[in-house]
């Protein structure tokens, strides 16, 4: 089994997570997540404790399969009663950011402004012109939207300009020298 796998799910106050023939739905104060899990796992809610269980051993590919419905429902659960969010800093002389309604405007760098439209379920943010805030309730989304940002400027090695995650460190590579 699946070391992943076999670890319990504890749902938090207000969470609710219904299973029903390969659909679960997790309901809680931000929204509701809905997912598709394969037949050969099955769900046991007991109280607040959620556990997934192995329905059939014969596969040779159901154990990797335990512990990635194990994580996608424990983030499903995290997701609608905290939420993701991600961090962008953009650096870069006359980089900026600002959040026009639903659209994340960028200024890094291109003869023309950039616009980010944020999908369905996902709010920008901006604390300060250098930093975007990507945030919703679906991780992969919330992933998803801040790499397509970040590739839009991917970060330059020799002056770091670009636009990075906040906990990402950026090794810069040393320039020219001179002649002697």
Do not use: W
Not at 81 to 90: A, D, H, V, W
Not at 99 to 113: A, E, F, Q, R, W
């Amino acid at each position: 089994m699946s070391r992943i796998g076999k670890k319990p799910i504890t749902l938090p106050a207000g969470v609710t997570l219904t299973y029903n023939d390969g659909e679960v739905t997790v309901k809680g104060s931000k929204g509701t997540l809905v997912r598709r899990i394969e037949k050969c796992i099955d769900l046991h809610t007991e109280g607040n404790i959620v556990t997934l269980v192995i329905a059939d051993e014969h596969a040779d590919d159901v154990q990797a399969k335990h512990g990635l419905y194990r994580a996608l429902v424990a983030n499903m659960v995290k997701g609608v009663s905290e939420g993701f969010s991600r961090n962008l800093i953009i650096n870069g002389v006359g980089y900026k950011a600002a959040v026009t309604g639903d659209k994340l405007v960028l200024n890094i760098g291109y003869s023309h402004p950039i616009e980010v439209v944020a999908p369905q379920g996902i709010t920008f943010s901006c604390p300060s012109q250098t930093e975007v805030v990507v945030s919703g309730i679906d991780k992969e989304l919330v992933g998803q939207t801040a790499a397509n940002i970040k590739a839009k400027r991917p970060v330059e090695p020799y002056h770091g300009y670009g636009v990075r995650y906040k906990e990402e460190t950026v090794i810069l590579k040393e320039g020219k020298k001179t002649g002697k």
